[in-house]
T-cell receptor, first 112, second 117 residues
């Protein structure tokens, strides 16, 4: 059974701090892993997609890494801003499976 | 480029009533997904279409839920009769055609929030 765990469930940091969100998954044979952002009452916005052949992806202040051997991914946010406050979800697609399995997310609050 | 469109955004119904949600995917996206997200949980896949064919509906409660994508573009998700536990946000997503080994990047709509009283 495919499972995704995200730790911590909630995180509060002062503005300007660098932070790391963690995601672990049970299936080492993954096809890709995707990080999403969800604002309250909104849908999901795709942030970064890492293919199984890649180790990391970067977009602006965001950097996501993938370690298939340990079943872990991290999302690094540099110089956090209040506008980064949202819930961050990771999801992966197992190789040969067309289903995307989601974690419960980490709720991030960046305090001005 | 227009994103995934969903309607209605909000719906409140009594239990045992019926409800339908509509989704229009990003133009050119062959794959369409319906997810259910209960408060505090990650989204759970209900059904996945490739063009107008069903790829995966293993987690769709078929006694009360149905979905169709007749022309390979728009899709509707119906619940009849609704139960209290169906209260959730129903998210539609789309992606380009499925890759040989798995699913591509997903793009989500704003969701339809259902409250069953």
């Amino acid at each position: 059974k495919q499972e995704v765990t995200q730790i911590p469930a909630a995180l509060s940091v002062p503005e300007g701090e660098n932070l790391v969100l963690n995601c672990s998954f049970t299936d080492s044979a993954i096809y890709n892993l995707q990080w999403f952002r969800q604002d309250p009452g909104k849908g999901l916005t795709s942030l970064l997609l890492i293919q199984s052949s890649q180790r990391e992806q970067t977009s602006g202040r965001l950097n996501a890494s993938l370690d298939k051997s340990s079943g872990r991914s991290t999302l690094y946010i540099a110089a956090s801003q209040p506008g980064d406050s949202a819930t961050y979800l990771c999801a992966y697609s197992g190789a040969g499976s067309y289903q995307l399995t989601f974690g419960k997310g980490t709720k991030l609050s960046v305090i001005p | 480029e227009a994103g995934v469109a969903q309607s209605p955004r909000y719906k409140i119904i009594e239990k045992r009533q019926s409800v339908a949600f509509w989704c229009n995917p990003i133009s050119g996206h062959a794959t369409l997904y319906w997810y259910q997200q209960i408060l505090g949980q990650g989204p759970k896949l209900l059904i996945q279409f490739q063009n107008n064919g069903v790829v995966d509906d293993s987690q769709l409660p078929k006694d009360r839920f149905s979905a169709e994508r007749l022309k390979g573009v728009d899709s509707t998700l119906k619940i009849q009769p609704a139960k209290l536990e169906d209260s959730a946000v129903y998210l539609c997503a789309s992606s380009l055609a499925l890759m040989a080994g798995g699913t591509g990047e997903l793009f989500f709509g704003e969701g339809s929030r259902l409250t069953v009283l």
